[in-house]
């Protein structure tokens, strides 16, 4: 063998003996707290708060946003875009998620592993360090800036929640068979 072909064994072989000693880092937090409040970009009013809206990244009253602005006091035009979009997801989203996990059961689905940026309305998936099954209902829109921002339903809480990934992230999608989908929704 070569001196790099020997050098390179040396290392392989030393990283597999420490491979039992590597540790993962603690996953990023995956739901995304809905009632957290932003501040505008620039030199704005650092006293009130914007709801944001994750199908555009900017606040419901339209101001640019530029990092989480915890302790205060929701603009009023955020806060009723807000609970008027919260109010239409418990009253036409959550119901209709309910019944589609309630039969998640006897449907064969395909399961496999793939990053984030594959998963489609319908879809289920599983993430290292968070022990919920997420369903998605809604692909929010913003698959750039290296993120993808999905509307999700965790039944083990029986709550719909916002959830940001990175597009890279390797998660366990399981996708319900075409077949088997087609054939509940004709009976």
């Known amino acids: 063998m070569c001196a790099n072909c020997t050098r390179l064994s040396e290392v392989l072989a030393a990283f597999s003996q420490r491979v039992g ?4 880092p603690a996953a990023q ?7 957290l409040l932003w501040a505008p970009k620039g030199r704005g009013n650092l006293v009130t708060g914007h709801h944001r809206d994750a199908t555009t990244g900017e606040a ?10 915890p302790g205060t006091q929701p603009c009023a035009p955020c806060r009723r875009h807000w609970e008027e979009s919260e109010a239409l997801r418990q009253i036409q989203t ?6 589609q996990t309630a039969s998640w059961a006897a449907q064969l689905r395909d399961v496999f592993h793939d990053t984030a940026t594959v998963l489609e309305p ?3 998936y599983t993430v290292f360090g968070c022990d919920q099954r997420h369903h998605v209902a809604q692909v929010l829109g913003r698959r750039h800036a290296g993120h993808i921002e999905l509307l999700v339903y ?9 959830a940001r990934l990175r597009r890279e992230r390797l ?17």
């Open 29 to 35: 937090p995956c739901h995304v707290d809905d009632t």
């Open 21 to 24: 000693e590597l540790t993962v």
């Open 94 to 99: 959550l119901p209709l998620l309910r019944g």
């Open 154 to 162: 965790l039944d083990g809480e029986d709550r719909l929640s916002e």
């Open 60 to 69: 419901y009253c339209g101001r640019p946003l530029d990092r989480p602005n």
């Open 171 to 187: 998660i366990t999608v399981e996708r319900p068979d075409p077949t088997t989908a087609r054939a509940a929704s004709e009976r």
């Open 122 to 124: 319908g879809d289920a």
